[in-house]
């Protein structure tokens, strides 16, 4: 496309609409028809419910885009050659090739400012790699349901956007009851409690339209409104350090994909941030595909005893092989050694540890011991803990020591069969014995 058009004023002796016609070789036709096609792309995109007439005309983008390269060419030749030549500007062509101009560069803004709702943007716009990104997001279809081979991690509801305890009620009581007061004299009892209902439905039906559930799956982060249009953000378009929380009102959760999610008022969001931070990278990044996590582990929340010092808080991790444990202040840091990068989320370490789980045991147990030395915890074989084991169950107690240190938790009763079958490969004490008198 020209940068712009110079011509000199229309002299008698110059060529005729007709002549310019034959000299351009079809290409005025071709400049006519974009025009045409602009000008519906642009009716198309103006004004709300531009999405719905998108999708009711399909093939509008794809015929725009295969008749492109040929408007670019008759843009090209036909500005070069009215500035060679020295057509007039009241020429019907340098009208229409004006107005084609003119109409490209709002299409531009337009497609622009559309896109930037749905993805993040950045650089000058080119107006057909644009176009056919917002034309792939926007006839996207979305599934409401598990596909094949897609693995369901995490759902939730949107909570209520109201959470300011009893004065809520109290206060609307109050402003309800003051408007009762001015309407009965007004427009009489009938019509005063029908207003007073309307008024008092239209919060109830505004929370109602904003409520929706939030899925999570091995491939896509799922929005299936009360009402509206469902939104699914594959992980794989989920840039690294594109999750983020929020701090305030405006949003609990922002997902930088494709296209991009924000949500506010949004239960369980550090819960949900911390697998899309997970599961769009490696090296868990497709591993839940599979639909089958390591058994023989057993994640609980537990604390770290030694005489004279203050006991710490953290998450107990029990193998086969041994127990081991980490505070359970360095959830940012858990987090920040499995995917390779600082994290600004504040992530919950048994729910970092659980998600490994999707590893083979050997990558597990490799991971654990990067976290265990990377956060100061401790690791303890079977062989050097001793298992204080009587009729209280896992539920209660969990104890087991070496040296001065001692281990305690309790096993939630989901976990306790799988535990109880790991203690049991651990050597007792009468075995520990026995290995030691043989050295």
Same mark, same amino acid.
């Given at each position: 496309?020209?940068?712009?058009?110079?011509?000199?004023?229309?002299?008698?002796?110059?060529?005729?609409?007709?002549?310019?016609?034959?000299?351009?070789?079809?290409?005025?036709?071709?400049?006519?028809?974009?025009?045409?096609?602009?000008?519906?792309?642009?009716?198309?995109?103006?004004?709300?419910?531009?999405?719905?007439?998108?999708?009711?005309?399909?093939?509008?983008?794809?015929?725009?885009?295969?008749?492109?390269?040929?408007?670019?060419?008759?843009?090209?030749?036909?500005s070069r050659r009215a500035r060679v030549e020295g057509w007039a500007d009241t020429l019907p062509v340098m009208k229409g090739l004006r107005k084609l101009e003119a109409r490209r560069e709002r299409l531009r803004t337009l497609v622009r400012k559309r896109l930037s709702r749905l993805v993040s943007v950045a650089g000058a716009p080119v107006l057909k790699v644009e176009l056919a990104r917002l034309d792939g997001l926007v006839r996207?279809?979305?599934?409401?349901?598990?596909?094949?081979?897609?693995?369901?991690?995490?759902?939730?509801?949107?909570?209520?956007?109201?959470?300011?305890?009893?004065?809520?009620?109290? =206060?609307? %009581? *109050?402003?309800?009851? @003051?408007?009762?007061?001015?309407?009965? !004299? #007004?427009? /009489?009892?009938?019509?005063?409690? &029908?207003?007073?209902?309307?008024?008092?439905?239209?919060?109830?039906?505004?929370?109602?339209?904003?409520?929706?559930?939030?899925?999570?799956?091995?491939?896509?982060?799922?929005?299936?409104?009360?009402?509206?249009?469902?939104?699914?953000?594959?992980?794989?378009?989920?840039?690294?350090?594109?999750?983020?929380?929020?701090?305030?009102?405006?949003?609990?959760?922002?997902?930088?994909?494709?296209?991009?999610?924000?949500?506010?008022?949004?239960?369980? =969001?550090? %819960? *949900?941030?911390?697998? @899309?931070?997970?599961?769009?990278?490696? !090296? #868990?990044? /497709?591993?839940?595909?599979?639909? &089958?996590?390591?058994?023989?582990?057993?994640?609980?929340?537990?604390?770290?005893?030694?005489?004279?010092?203050?006991?710490?808080?953290?998450?107990?991790?029990?193998?086969?092989?041994?127990?081991?444990?980490?505070?359970?202040?360095?959830?940012?840091?858990?987090?920040?050694?499995?995917?390779?990068?600082?994290?600004?989320?504040?992530?919950?370490?048994?729910?970092?540890?659980?998600?490994?789980?999707?590893?083979?045991?050997?990558?597990?147990?490799?991971?654990?011991?990067?976290?265990?030395?990377?956060?100061?915890?401790?690791?303890?074989?079977?062989?050097?803990?001793?298992?204080?084991?009587?009729?209280?169950?896992?539920?209660?107690?969990?104890?087991?020591?070496?040296?001065?240190?001692?281990?305690?938790?309790?096993?939630?009763?989901?976990?306790?069969?799988?535990?109880?079958?790991?203690?049991?490969?651990?050597?007792?004490?009468?075995?520990?014995?026995?290995?030691?008198?043989?050295?």
């Amino acid at each position: 496309m020209s940068e712009g058009i110079r011509t000199r004023a229309e002299s008698s002796e110059g060529p005729t609409p007709e002549d310019v016609r034959v000299q351009l070789e079809g290409r005025a036709e071709v400049l006519e028809a974009a025009l045409r096609r602009d000008a519906l792309l642009e009716s198309v995109l103006s004004g709300p419910g531009w999405k719905r007439r998108w999708r009711e005309q399909p093939m509008l983008v794809p015929e725009w885009l295969e008749q492109e390269s040929t408007v670019e060419e008759a843009l090209e030749r036909t500005s070069r050659r009215a500035r060679v030549e020295g057509w007039a500007d009241t020429l019907p062509v340098m009208k229409g090739l004006r107005k084609l101009e003119a109409r490209r560069e709002r299409l531009r803004t337009l497609v622009r400012k559309r896109l930037s709702r749905l993805v993040s943007v950045a650089g000058a716009p080119v107006l057909k790699v644009e176009l056919a990104r917002l034309d792939g997001l926007v006839r996207k279809r979305t599934m409401l349901s598990l596909g094949p081979g897609e693995v369901l991690l995490f759902q939730s509801a949107r909570s209520s956007p109201i959470s300011l305890g009893q004065t809520v009620p109290r =206060s609307l %009581a *109050l402003l309800y009851s @003051l408007v009762c007061v001015l309407l009965l !004299p #007004l427009l /009489g009892k009938g019509w005063a409690m &029908v207003a007073l209902v309307a008024l008092i439905l239209s919060p109830v039906f505004w929370l109602w339209a904003r409520s929706g559930r939030v899925w999570m799956t091995s491939k896509r982060l799922l929005w299936m409104p009360t009402l509206g249009e469902a939104v699914s953000v594959p992980l794989s378009t989920i840039a690294p350090g594109g999750v983020h929380l929020g701090k305030g009102p405006a949003f609990d959760l922002k997902v930088d994909g494709e296209p991009r999610f924000q949500m506010s008022e949004l239960a369980d =969001s550090e %819960a *949900l941030a911390t697998l @899309l931070e997970l599961h769009s990278q490696p !090296p #868990l990044r /497709g591993l839940v595909r599979s639909g &089958v996590r390591l058994g023989d582990v057993v994640v609980f929340f537990g604390s770290l005893e030694e005489e004279g010092k203050v006991a710490r808080p953290g998450w107990a991790v029990l193998r086969p092989g041994g127990v081991s444990f980490l505070p359970d202040e360095a959830g940012r840091q858990v987090l920040s050694v499995v995917t390779g990068r600082e994290s600004a989320l504040e992530a919950e370490v048994g729910q970092v540890v659980e998600q490994l789980r999707w590893l083979s045991g050997e990558e597990f147990d490799a991971w654990l011991t990067k976290l265990v030395t990377s956060t100061g915890g401790v690791s303890w074989s079977a062989q050097d803990s001793l298992l204080k084991r009587d009729n209280t169950p896992l539920t209660q107690v969990f104890r087991v020591s070496r040296g001065s240190q001692v281990l305690k938790g309790e096993v939630e009763w989901s976990a306790q069969s799988n535990a109880e079958w790991i203690l049991r490969t651990w050597p007792d004490a009468a075995t520990r014995e026995q290995k030691s008198a043989r050295k």
